[in-house]
């Protein structure tokens, strides 16, 4: 089992050039999450779909969008990349509504130059 | 407004001795928390949660207290091993809109010294 798998691992992207994070996850779970993590603030939550067919908005959407492509596979776009965007971000997977963990990605280190 | 406050950003433990971390929060609503271990370069990895109807979890060497009146959670990690240094992050859960949500802290670097 692979678990969470988080494409591409390391990316360098212009100000204001666009990008795709992808996301895919093996453990049939029904709810995904896009986290950034940045120094001295640890996780913060960006966007998450409850189920296939629904994206919501977490603490730090502004500047990303999300699809939620079939219940496996999630998605990040940045579509004007910005210095403020360099972070490590992470996606997780887990069971909807219950009370468990959830599993992560090994994330994707983002520097906007 | 940080709901979830990890007041210390490192700790340094001796080997064998016992390594205390600590985590408080302000929304009264979570209603379960975890704690999660990361090594550089790696994602998060589940280590141990608990529920907010009990005080104490354990698992091997891994204790979680939580006290509700003081909203106030710790890891007890007995006896402390190299292998364990790494960032701990504590996390509280909500059901909040469509789904459950974690909320972070800032984490701690313990360090471990053989």
């Known amino acids: 089992n692979a678990g969470v798998t988080q494409t591409p691992k390391f990316q360098v992207l212009k100000t204001g050039q666009s990008m795709t994070l992808q996301c895919a996850q093996d453990m049939n779970h029904n709810s995904m999450y896009w986290y950034r993590q940045d120094p001295g603030m640890g996780l913060r939550l960006i966007y998450y779909?409850?189920?296939?067919?629904?994206?919501d908005k977490g603490e730090v959407p502004n500047g990303y969008n999300v699809s939620r492509l079939n219940k496996r596979e999630f998605s990040l776009r940045l579509e004007s990349a910005a210095p403020s965007q360099t972070s490590v971000y992470f996606c997780?997977?887990?069971?909807?509504?219950?009370?468990?963990?959830?599993?992560f990605g090994q994330g994707t280190r983002l520097t906007v130059v | 407004d940080q709901q979830v406050k990890q007041n210390s950003p490192s700790l340094s433990v001796q080997e064998g001795r016992i390594s205390i971390l600590n985590c408080d929060y302000t929304?009264?609503?979570?209603?379960?928390f975890l704690w999660y271990k990361k090594y550089p370069a790696e994602g998060p990895t589940f280590l141990i949660s608990?529920?907010?109807?009990?005080d104490k979890n354990e698992d091997g060497r891994f204790t979680v207290f939580l006290n509700k009146s003081a909203k106030h959670l710790s890891l007890h990690i007995v006896p402390s091993q190299p292998g364990d240094s790494a960032v701990y992050f504590c996390?509280?859960?909500?059901?909040?809109?469509?789904?459950?949500?974690?909320?972070f802290g800032s984490g701690t670097q313990l360090t471990v010294l053989p």
């Open positions: 996390a509280a859960s909500v059901f909040s809109g469509s789904a459950r949500q974690l909320t």
């Open positions: 997780a997977s887990k069971i909807r509504g219950m009370n468990t963990e959830a599993f």
């Open positions: 929304n009264s609503m979570f209603d379960y």
């Open positions: 779909s409850a189920s296939e067919g629904t994206t």
């Open positions: 608990i529920s907010s109807i009990k």
